[in-house]
Structure formats: structure tokens, C-alpha cells
């Protein structure tokens, strides 16, 4: 085992092992080979099925090898289980569908290539059993980014490494709390379940790098598929070059498989998340999504023209407030962790001010015909969601060591930043 594995995955990952344990209920997954802790000890025999005394012997246990290179699913996810996959999603009434189809027969070629590592099939069976939603959302990204390669004209190396990164994006959610995870979470995440899954990239980047012989390039996607062009994103912020093209491609995918899980799950509120930030996504690949909602029935608005009317105003409203309030939060503090937390929100805030003027919705007068109406619907929502997420990564900059009267100042700007987005 490498330093890097070793520090990783030395020891069992409590909600990993959780996970293939309830798998190995209705799955068969036996060790691969004999299992040894750091000492020598052997812990468990090969060929002999998983069970809750493996988990009890491997408590706290440094082990020679990660579990995950020693256990096997016998009758687990194979190339079969995703083409019948796929071919739900092609078949099914989703906004997705309308996306896949015109694909779908060129990426139901490409699955039965697809090489499933063994570790990796490992975490999809115990996924597909244990979590099913989370392995639906493996399915979706994975049919979603072969979609969008096939419709930028990639070859069919291109388009297999993009499938590859779709269905893999996740695999770092198995190793924090199920309730933490996407899947699983609202789009009003507290901030707790924001802490927990913001690491989970970078552990799917560890996991695939270190454990499986994936292109380099695969891992790298999966690290940067919450990455942000405008540095917004995480886990680390970064920006414009910095991620890399498969990233850019896993991170829309991800961003509009979001809106998917949402209350109105409309290609046309897809485009408009995708776009209503200037900067935060690659055009190219948004291009392709935008296209596909044009083709698309016009959106019909829930509310009256004059109750919308009445939401731009409390949209402005809460934009010029939320601005106005880090800035004389960073009048009030020199601490340099709340004084870089400020930076970060006052530039995001900035970003959501500009995609609000740059929308043309701003003005009552835009609101000419019904199709307008609901579009302000959607970056109205988008809008206060994204308010929310300022909130969450403000806190998550500032980190947990701040001054009584630092925390009090986040603790009050985090809560007018939360009363906007309500």
C-alpha cells in the first residue's frame, strides 16, 4: 500500500463498511484475499462472506491492505445492470430523457466497454443495494455526461472516460453519513450536512487515484466536479484553468441533475441554473442543455404577474441588503479567517448581483407575456438557493476558531443571509 493509501484507506471506513455490510444481506461479497491488520494478524480468510464480525474485527484496526482492495462482489453491478439502467432513463418521462435520446443508442454501445474495476464495482453493488438513490444518481450522471460528449462531437475514447466520470463523480458520499449526502439532502442543507459533504470529492479523487488503475484525468474530474469556473465552488475554490475540461463537464452534469431532484424539475430551470451566474460553468458544455430546453414547451408560471412583481423587488431588495451588510462586516472585524470568509461572500454576492442585472428581469417593465413570468420564477429560485450556499461557504471559509465576538458578527450576517433566501 502506498503512504498515500495507507493514510486514506489504512483503516475501514465506518460508513463504507456499514454500507457493504447491509449489502452483503441480499449480495454476496466475500474476501478476495486473506485480510491483515499492520501486525500480520489475519482477520478474515479469503473466500469467506462479509458479516457483522468482520466489522467488529476491524475496529480500529490498521490493515495491511484497504478493504476495499480485498473484498469482491460475486453478484454484483456489471455492464448489464448499467445498459438496463440506461435504458429506464431513455424510456422514461424525466426532463433527462429528452436529453439522452437523441445519444441514447451511441452511449448503449459504449456501456458494454466501460471497464468496471473491482473496487468499483465493489462500492456500485453496495450502493445499488444500500442506497439506491445514490446509485440512480450514478446512473443519471453517467448517462447525462455521455450525452453532453456525444453532443460536442467527442470520439469514443472521450466518450467513455466521460461515462466513467459520471457514474464514479459520487463514490466519495459513501464515506461520510448517509444523511450528509446529496442524495438524501434538500436544497436547504444545514450547514452541519454542509461540512460533511464537502469533502466528499476530494475522498472519490483519493479513492479512484489511489485503489483503481483509472486514468489520471478520471480522478482529477471526480475531484473537481463541485469546482466552480469563478472560484465559488469547492473543495478548494478553484478557478478558470485550474479545472481541468472532463471537470468542467462532471460539474454541469452534476449541477443539472441538482435541479432534477428539485420541486419543478424542468429542463428550462435547468438552463437557467446553469446560467443565471455569469462565469461559474463552461458555455460549451451549458450550450448543449440550453439547446435542448429551447426545443422544449415555454414554461408556465405559478404565480400572477403582479405577485411577481412583488418578488423582484424582495429579490433586489435581498441582494443590495446582503451586500450591504459584509460590507460593513468587514468594517467591523480584522481577523484575517472572518476578513477572508467577507472576501468570499462579498464576491459571490457580487456575482449573484450581476446575474440578476445581467437576466434583464430585474426591471417590473421586462415582464411582457407569461413565458416571462415563469422565467423569473426560476432565477428568482435559483437566486435565493444560491443565497443559501453563500451562507454555507461564508462559515465554512472562517473556519471554527474565531473570537467570541468574530463568531457573534458571522453568527449575525449568516442569519440575515438565511432570512434573504427564505
Keep these: 500500500?502506498?503512504?498515500?493509501?495507507?493514510?486514506?484507506?489504512?483503516?475501514?471506513?465506518?460508513?463504507?463498511?456499514?454500507?457493504?455490510?447491509?449489502?452483503?444481506?441480499?449480495?454476496?461479497?466475500?474476501?478476495?484475499?486473506?485480510?491483515?491488520?499492520?501486525?500480520?494478524?489475519?482477520?478474515?480468510?479469503?473466500?469467506?462472506?462479509?458479516?457483522?464480525?468482520?466489522?467488529?474485527?476491524?475496529?480500529?484496526?490498521?490493515?495491511?491492505?484497504?478493504?476495499?482492495?480485498?473484498?469482491?462482489?460475486?453478484?454484483?453491478?456489471?455492464?448489464?445492470?448499467?445498459?438496463?439502467?440506461?435504458?429506464?432513463?431513455?424510456?422514461?418521462?424525466?426532463?433527462?430523457?429528452?436529453?439522452?435520446?437523441?445519444?441514447?443508442?451511441?452511449?448503449?454501445?459504449?456501456?458494454?466497454?466501460?471497464?468496471?474495476?473491482?473496487?468499483?464495482?465493489?462500492?456500485?453493488?453496495?450502493?445499488?443495494?444500500?442506497?439506491?438513490?445514490?446509485?440512480?444518481?450514478?446512473?443519471?450522471?453517467?448517462?447525462?455526461?455521455?450525452?453532453?460528449?456525444?453532443?460536442?462531437?467527442?470520439?469514443?475514447?472521450?466518450?467513455?472516460?466521460?461515462?466513467?466520470?459520471?457514474?464514479?463523480?459520487?463514490?466519495?458520499?459513501?464515506?461520510?453519513?448517509?444523511?450528509?449526502?446529496?442524495?438524501?439532502?434538500?436544497?436547504?442543507m444545514d450547514f452541519q450536512s454542509y461540512q460533511h459533504l464537502v469533502v466528499h470529492p476530494h475522498v472519490g479523487q483519493l479513492l479512484v487515484a489511489q485503489l483503481t488503475n483509472y486514468p489520471a484525468a478520471i480522478a482529477r474530474a471526480i475531484g473537481e466536479h463541485h469546482e466552480r469556473l469563478d472560484g465559488s465552488g469547492y473543495p478548494h475554490g478553484l478557478q478558470r484553468e485550474a479545472v481541468s475540461p472532463l471537470g468542467r463537464l462532471v460539474a454541469v452534469t452534476e449541477a443539472?441533475?441538482?435541479?432534477?431532484?428539485?420541486?419543478?424539475?424542468?429542463?428550462?430551470?435547468?438552463?437557467?441554473?446553469?446560467?443565471?451566474?455569469?462565469?461559474?460553468?463552461?458555455?460549451?458544455?451549458?450550450?448543449?442543455?440550453?439547446?435542448?430546453?429551447?426545443?422544449?414547451?415555454?414554461?408556465?408560471?405559478?404565480?400572477?404577474?403582479?405577485?411577481v412583481r412583488m418578488r423582484l423587488a424582495r429579490l433586489d431588495a435581498a441582494l443590495k441588503s446582503a451586500l450591504d451588510g459584509v460590507a460593513e462586516a468587514r468594517r467591523e472585524t480584522t481577523a484575517p479567517a472572518l476578513v477572508e470568509a467577507l472576501g468570499l461572500a462579498q464576491h459571490l454576492l457580487g456575482r449573484l448581483r450581476t446575474g440578476w442585472y445581467a437576466s434583464g428581469l430585474w426591471s417590473a417593465d421586462a415582464l411582457a407575456n407569461a413565458s416571462d413570468t415563469a422565467e423569473v420564477e426560476a432565477v428568482e429560485d435559483e437566486l435565493f438557493f444560491r443565497l443559501q450556499g453563500i451562507e454555507r461557504a461564508m462559515r465554512l471559509r472562517a473556519g471554527n476558531t474565531l473570537a467570541a465576538a468574530d463568531a457573534a458578527l458571522l453568527d449575525r450576517l449568516c442569519g440575515d443571509l438565511q432570512a434573504y433566501a427564505r
Design 256 to 307: 443539472a441533475l441538482a435541479v432534477l431532484r428539485g420541486e419543478r424539475p424542468w429542463l428550462a430551470r435547468i438552463s437557467v441554473a446553469l446560467r443565471v451566474v455569469p462565469g461559474e460553468f463552461d458555455l460549451g458544455w451549458v450550450g448543449r442543455i440550453a439547446e435542448a430546453a429551447r426545443a422544449e414547451p415555454e414554461l408556465h408560471p405559478a404565480l400572477k404577474t403582479a405577485d
Design 1 to 188: 500500500m502506498t503512504q498515500a493509501a495507507q493514510a486514506a484507506f489504512g483503516t475501514a471506513n465506518p460508513h463504507a463498511l456499514a454500507t457493504i455490510l447491509e449489502a452483503s444481506q441480499t449480495k454476496t461479497i466475500i474476501a478476495s484475499r486473506d485480510i491483515f491488520d499492520l501486525s500480520g494478524t489475519k482477520l478474515w480468510a479469503r473466500d469467506q462472506p462479509v458479516s457483522a464480525s468482520l466489522q467488529r474485527k476491524l475496529l480500529d484496526r490498521q490493515l495491511r491492505n484497504p478493504l476495499e482492495s480485498c473484498l469482491m462482489a460475486e453478484d454484483g453491478v456489471t455492464t448489464q445492470t448499467l445498459q438496463q439502467g440506461l435504458q429506464q432513463l431513455v424510456d422514461g418521462t424525466t426532463p433527462l430523457a429528452a436529453l439522452l435520446r437523441p445519444h441514447a443508442a451511441r452511449i448503449a454501445h459504449e456501456v458494454p466497454q466501460l471497464p468496471l474495476h473491482s473496487v468499483v464495482q465493489l462500492l456500485l453493488t453496495a450502493g445499488q443495494a444500500s442506497r439506491p438513490e445514490g446509485f440512480d444518481h450514478a446512473m443519471q450522471g453517467m448517462a447525462l455526461a455521455g450525452a453532453l460528449m456525444c453532443a460536442q462531437g467527442g470520439s469514443t475514447a472521450e466518450l467513455r472516460v466521460a461515462m466513467l466520470c459520471g457514474l464514479l463523480h459520487d463514490l466519495g458520499e459513501m464515506y461520510i453519513a448517509p444523511h450528509h449526502g446529496e442524495a438524501d439532502a434538500d436544497r436547504a
